[in-house]
């Protein structure tokens, strides 16, 4: 596996296992596939796994599998969870429990989860410094560093409020200038800080099921990949990029996204490669309706409405401009092939989820447009009338949405 050393000496494989969206299996994480999966990537030379107290089970499961060797293989990197921190001593007691959960005595690189600048100041204020140096001379952590979900002056605000060892930022060729983006990239590089990288398919958009004019384009290299593997290849073609955090659940994307990592180097990707990119992302611009990377972080609502699943739907009809999409949404959403109605209508406007979108977007605002669209008049009767049709027919439509 190809490796990327850092100031403090730690040589960081280019490809990490980002722990958000493991295998899952009756509603919980397919522990038997995980573990593999894992495994076989640390064999394969990824030394770097990152998760956080609020991906679900995910600690408490590599608690249970990065036991002897493979605990010593890897760097593990967790997360304080800011949004329960009210006092100093709160820190104490979240980082006593992740240990306790992780069953280890020490974590690797230790980051202050989904930073802005007003989480920042609060943090400040009750001293989160002097915690981190406390916890790092006792040797609970070994590193400390922020993920980060702002902009590039609160990004620039806070790498230099402090001598950081390693920063988290979502990057990939459509986030050029979200965020921290380019600029931000390469000014933590320029401070000497590790720069690991989340979200390098933007939550899958750039991978699997892509639009024909995206395939059209790609197809014009001599050289054929996947859209999977163009987008991973762009984001380690930076120098300055320690890490590429993965959220892999499939054997396949395993193999593939290691393949990768052995392959790229930097500063690799060919003056005609980069126009291709150039390319894409403008067909991307046009087609994307809402900027979501379905993280999950604005749920659960209050209303029930499942808020990733109505954009990745709203999306895909504006993406691929299939009417028939709306087919799915009113079965998958309306009720019918859950018990729980989970459409965009229910939402009451209360502004919950909107406070804890890493992307900063107006989800109630976006959520009526689904609405608007995906609805329309008469929506609850259509849910009780295609109800009544029976599920061999709503079974008939799912089969044709797996085709």
């Not at 990327?4 to 296992?17: H, T, V, Y």
């Not at 943090?123 to 001379?137: C, G, H, M, P, Y």
């Not at 409405?305 to 999306?315: A, H, K, M, Q, T």
């Amino acid at each position: 596996m190809q490796m990327r050393k850092l100031k403090n000496g730690d040589e960081i494989s280019a490809l990490g296992f980002g722990a958000m969206r493991l295998p899952t299996k009756n509603m919980g994480i397919d522990k038997k596939r995980a573990k593999e999966q894992i495994y076989y990537a640390i064999d394969h030379g990824v030394n770097f796994i990152d998760t956080a107290f609020t991906y679900p089970g995910s600690e408490s499961f590599l608690g249970e599998v990065l036991t002897r060797e493979y605990r010593e293989k890897v760097k593990l990197c967790t997360k304080m969870p800011l949004w329960f921190i009210k006092k100093y001593e709160d820190m104490e007691k979240y980082l006593k429990i992740q240990l306790e959960t992780l069953h280890t005595d020490y974590i690797d690189y230790y980051l202050l989860h989904g930073l802005d600048k007003n989480s920042f100041e609060k943090l400040n204020e009750l001293r989160v410094f002097d915690f981190l140096e406390n916890a790092k001379d006792e040797g609970k952590i070994k590193n400390i560093g922020f993920s980060f979900h702002d902009n590039i002056t609160a990004f620039k605000y806070i790498v230099d409020a402090y001598d950081w060892d390693a920063c988290l930022i979502q990057y990939n060729y459509l986030d050029e200038t979200n965020q921290a983006g380019t600029e931000g990239l390469k000014y933590a590089a320029s401070k000497d800080i590790a720069v690991f990288v989340m979200e390098p398919l933007k939550g899958g958009i750039l991978a699997g099921e892509v639009p024909e004019k995206i395939l059209q384009i790609w197809d014009k290299s001599d050289v054929k990949r996947s859209p999977a593997d163009w987008a991973l290849r762009w984001v380690l073609n930076h120098p300055e990029v320690t890490c590429v955090l993965s959220g892999m659940n499939d054997e396949k994307q395993v193999d593939e996204n290691i393949k990768i990592a052995n392959e790229v180097q930097p500063d690799s990707l060919t003056d005609g490669e980069l126009k291709l990119y150039d390319e894409v992302k403008e067909v991307y611009n046009d087609l994307t309706a809402v900027d979501c990377t379905g993280c999950g972080y604005c749920m659960p609502c209050p209303q029930g409405v499942n808020i990733p699943r109505s954009f990745e739907l709203y999306n895909h009809k504006h993406m691929f401009k299939q009417g028939a999409i709306s087919i799915f949404y009113l079965m998958q959403l309306g009720g019918l092939t859950d018990e729980n109605e989970a459409y965009a209508g229910l939402c009451t406007n209360c502004g919950r989820c909107g406070k804890s979108c890493p992307q900063k977007l107006d989800i109630p605002e976006l959520l009526e447009d689904v609405s608007k669209e995906m609805e329309g008049r008469g929506f609850k009767y259509k849910v009780k009338f295609v109800g009544s049709i029976g599920m061999p027919i709503v079974q008939a439509f799912m089969s044709l949405s797996r085709r």
